[in-house]
């Protein structure tokens, strides 16, 4: 059965520091990875990886993949209070999204 | 703003009642997915319909149907409501043609309250 599994659950930190939130994965047919960050309401889409050990980077959040470990993180770095959120992973398997639990990123003035 | 609308926001109900969730994808998009958010809980995802032919399932009761119609536009039905239905339901729908999935765009969700 294909499965997502990401952690920690839920971290808590103090501004300015740098966060990294793991997703594993064990699917039959992996296409793509997807990092989403979910604040009040609906996901945001934040980074779609496919090709391993290429990293995607957009301001203070990043992200790779490693297809040889079956995992991608996702950095944060000088963190805002406005970053908390749930952030969730998602692996597209034989055209379906498998979704983690998310990890709930608390960030603390 | 995702682009994805959905109606109604909120929708308090008692159980057993019946009730209609629907939403409008973007502009072009032909996919619509349907997903679960019970508190505290990750995306639990329900349906996806492509084109208005049902594309994939996953753990959707068979209380619950969903179509989708030549306008694009989907809806949810929930029936004979239970406690447990309590959830966000969101609906995202995808920017490819082709039947697959990469990036989604959600909408802000529909949260139904059975009482």
């Known amino acids: 059965e294909d499965k997502v599994v990401q952690s920690p659950l839920s971290l808590v930190v103090h501004e300015g520091d740098t966060v990294t939130l793991n997703c594993s994965y064990e699917?039959?047919?992996?296409?793509?990875l997807l990092w989403y960050k979910q604040e009040k309401k609906a996901p945001t889409f934040l980074f779609m990886l496919?090709?391993s050990g290429i990293e995607k980077k957009s301001g203070r959040l990043s992200s790779i993949l490693d297809k040889k470990e079956l995992s991608s993180i996702l950095n944060i770095t000088a963190t805002q209070t406005g970053d908390s959120a749930i952030y969730l992973c998602?692996?597209?398997?034989?055209?379906?999204?498998?979704w983690g639990a998310g990890t709930k990123l608390i960030i603390k003035p | 703003d995702s682009g994805v609308t959905q109606t109604p926001k909120h929708l308090i109900t008692a159980t057993g009642q019946r009730v209609t969730l629907r939403c409008s994808p973007r502009?072009?998009?032909?996919?619509v997915y349907w997903y679960q958010q019970s508190l505290d809980q990750g995306l639990q995802f329900l349906i996806q319909?492509?084109?208005?032919?049902?594309?994939a399932k996953g753990n959707i009761l068979e209380r619950f149907s969903a179509q989708q119609f030549p306008d694009l536009h989907s809806e949810l039905n929930l029936s004979s409501l239970e406690l447990g239905d309590s959830a966000l339901y969101f609906c995202?729908?995808?920017?490819?043609?082709?039947?697959?999935?990469?990036?989604?765009?959600f909408g802000e969700g529909s949260r139904l309250t059975v009482l």
């Open positions: 319909y492509y084109n208005g032919e049902e594309r």
């Open positions: 502009s072009g998009d032909l996919s």
């Open positions: 998602a692996v597209d398997s034989n055209y379906q999204l498998i």
């Open positions: 496919t090709s």
């Open positions: 995202a729908s995808s920017a490819r043609t082709a039947p697959n999935t990469g990036e989604l765009f």
């Open positions: 699917v039959t047919n992996f296409r793509s």
